[in-house]
């Protein structure tokens, strides 16, 4: 077939795709034939040994050929439904299971022939495999060439609604043929010969359709070094463009920051007042600040903030603070006022639900210097947002926010000179991901929390044992204090196996706690609606909180002292830690109870097992980075950027070194990417970070 493709082609125009499946497949993020190709596998179907079902051992992750003997569902103790499907073949029987999706039981027809894959586990003495990987092998599914499917490593990607694994794969196969040659490489020729990478091309072809495990080594390595090795370059170009810049010089300082460290009712810690140091040295340097303030939860990264802030404000110069939600930019906008009000500094809050009419208010007030700190969420950054004395801008919690985000605001309009830029994260990330992620900036770690944090108590329980949970909740709300359940979606939805906050949260109202205060939180209300919600719930008007994860990072209330986590297998550690971070705030002891599902595998069970008996917040962060990978912790794949889909920076640390020592001697020899291998280098960082990318473009 003539090859009539490039990359930036729409997948639309692929052959069987059209606009209903193209609408599909953009569900999963496939707008382009580049977005396909780069659609990795999740897992292989090793089709060329697949297991008598009577070999099976727990724990052991297993592929099965089998054909369906029964095929039913019952309900759950918590009103919800259990489908159980039995394979068998000549050595034996293995149980699948799945929660609230009731639509497998339509495919498995007692007699087809099943190909199942995943985790084997033994419950009840039965052999049973939890929400497999599985294929219909007796489907008269004719996409694709013979042997696409069978009898080799196939691969299994992940799916939406509309898009079924034979003909996505199918699909995928299309485009590698079309395409082929045509694809464009992304990493000098002399560098893949001297690291052993196999070029583009066959790399993509090993990972989607690998003809053997060694090939799919070679692919799979090469990919994850292109991963890394762009990140470095582009760190590396950041880091050097920010060196350029010239900064607000601020060397004069009045007496705010005195009287506010003055007047707290506590001592800055050791780690506080060393990273304020490194802070206030940059501010005084002359050179534009670009500086991660990394801490673990409550270690006091917002009145470190807040001393910067001071210290600009008082050389006659304006601060700017953006959160990722309006409830944490509110909340901080209530924290600073209070602290401020005394200093007669003047704050204000904006962000995208704010009346026109205060809108209007606030931004003439910025606009005539009246305004010394604004405080806020993206709404600060549309282009009506003028601040003529901008010297500092702080980004609490920079991961939410792009790349992009996180660099508005270059420079003062009256002298041309950078504005200082504090991004925080409350998320730990391990250094040497902090490194490779943030390579542009400098990094400065609180590695210490206040006195009188108090340690929180955190154990699994599984639902058929969770009145004790209950009843746990009861005796501390009767005692005066507070609790949270969490739970990862809002409302129920067909094929949705996991607890929802409305349905929850009429149950508890209704049945556990018929004469307390229980409130519901989340992301749907209006900013007023959560505004009230946490305001009540903070002043102690709200017994229990019912809430999704609106309340991560921020949410401050000493007398919440219990905290329910439905489904915590759906989270990260570092988001779980996050969550637990909401108490154990106060003096009195806390505990935090994560509710499981009976079912649960146990890989699942080991991971939050870890994280109930660890409290530091970067110990977490590194084990999560070393079972999840990094994901989307860089911000920036919103932008079409492709972040890390393949790499792990702390499991290929080694070629982290690599590619870290590649991208110095490229840049050394090619600050500009100007030159044959330069502009392989510029356009692959052009079609992957845009307007990110800081070259000149002549």
Known sequence: MATNLDPTTAVQYLKGVGPVRARALGRLGIESVADLLTHYPRRYFDRTSALPIGRLRPGQEATVLGEVLTAGERRTRRGGTLQTVS????????????????????????????????????????????????????????????????????????????????????????????????LPETLPEGLRRRRRLPGRAEALQGLHFPASAAALEAAHRRLVYEEIFAIQVLMALRRESRRQLEGIRLEKPGDLTRRLVKGLPFALTGAQRRVLAEILADLRSGAAMHRLLQGDVGSGKTLVALVAALFVIEQGWQAMLMAPTEVLARQHGRTLQRLCDPLGVTIETLTGSTPAAQRRKVLAGVGAGEIDLLVGTHALIQDDVAMPRLALTVVDEQHRFGVRQRSRGAADKETGRAVHVLVMSATPIPRSLALTLYGDL????????????????????????????????????????????????????????????????????????????????????????????????????????????????????????????????????????????????????????????????????????????????????????????PGDAWGVRQHGAPGFRLANPLRDKDLVQDCRADA?????????????????????????????????TG
């Open 87 to 182: 394979l068998g073949d000549d050595t034996g029987v293995v149980f699948c299971v799945w929660f609230n999706q009731r639509f497998v039981l339509k495919q498995f027809r007692p007699g087809r022939r099943v190909l199942a894959s995943g985790q084997v586990q033994l419950h009840g003495g039965q052999r049973q495999l939890a929400h497999p990987d599985y294929e219909l092998l007796d489907e008269q599914d004719q996409d694709g060439p013979a042997g696409l499917h069978t009898g080799r490593l196939v691969p299994v990607y992940p799916l939406t609604s509309g898009v079924g694994q034979h003909w996505l794969r199918a699909l995928v196969h299309q485009a590698l043929e079309r395409l082929g040659p045509g």
């Open 442 to 629: 400098d990094l400065s770690v609180i590695d210490e929390l206040p006195p009188g944090r108090q340690p929180v108590r955190t154990e699994l329980i599984r639902e058929d044992q969770e009145d004790a949970v209950w009843a746990d909740l009861r005796r501390e709300v009767a005692a005066g204090r507070q609790a949270y359940v969490i739970h990862p979606v809002i409302e129920e939805t067909e094929g949705q196996d996991l607890k929802a906050a409305t349905a929850e949260h009429a149950r508890l109202a209704r049945d556990v706690f018929p004469d307390r205060r229980v409130a519901l939180l989340h992301g749907r209300l209006k900013g007023r609606e959560k505004d009230e919600v946490m305001d009540a719930f903070a002043g102690g008007a709200i017994d229990v909180l019912v809430a999704t994860t609106v309340v991560e990072v921020g949410v401050d209330v000493p007398n919440a002292t219990r905290m329910v986590i439905h489904n915590p297998e759906r989270f990260g550690l570092a988001q779980l830690h996050q969550l637990r971070g909401r108490i154990g705030r106060g003096a009195a002891s806390s505990a935090c109870w994560l509710l499981v599902d009976r079912f649960l595998g146990e890989e699942a069970w080991q991971r939050l097992t870890f994280f109930a008996g660890h409290a530091d917040g970067f110990a977490l962060a590194e084990e999560d980075l070393r079972r999840r990978g």
């Open 664 to 696: 110095q001697e490229l840049l050394a020899a090619d600050p500009q990417l100007a030159g044959p291998d330069g502009l392989v280098v510029r356009s692959a960082l052009q079609a992957g970070f845009g307007r990110a990318l800081p070259l000149s």
